[in-house]
């Protein structure tokens, strides 16, 4: 397994369960706007991160991740507007937040970890 396939997973699996979600949203208006909203970020993580991975520089890297960062962050907000709408079972949202939340800290962390190298005299 190459480095990264794990992250590269989770956030491929994590946009398809996000998709599945949107599926299940009513046919209104406001959860109309929720729905394309939440699944145009949700499935541009994987994505961005795939490019993040075969970036041609440390600089380069980090500038993806941070969209991949500003991905999740978005995906979260439309995730907590779902929940505070209740239009959403908490027991379907929560572990989708859990999972969002902890993607976001594993690739904050990564950019902290590149930003670090790249101080320390890499790329």
Avoid at 18 to 33: D, M
Avoid at 37 to 58: D, G, I, K, M, V
Avoid at 80 to 109: F, H, M, W
């Amino acid at each position: 397994m190459a480095k990264g396939d794990d992250i590269q997973a989770r956030l491929q699996r994590h946009g398809v369960a996000l998709g599945q979600l949107c599926k299940k949203l009513p046919a209104n208006p406001e959860a109309t706007h929720v729905r394309k909203q939440l699944f145009r970020c949700a499935t541009a993580a994987a994505p961005n991160y795939a490019e993040a991975r075969s970036a041609e520089s440390r600089q380069d890297f980090i500038h993806k991740l941070g969209i991949v960062h500003k991905e999740l962050e978005e995906s979260l907000s439309w995730l907590g507007y779902l929940r505070d709408l209740e239009k959403v079972s908490q027991t379907l949202l929560a572990p989708l937040i859990s999972e969002n939340d902890e993607l976001c800290r594993i690739i904050y962390a990564s950019i902290q970890t590149a930003r670090g190298k790249l101080v320390e005299g890499g790329d």
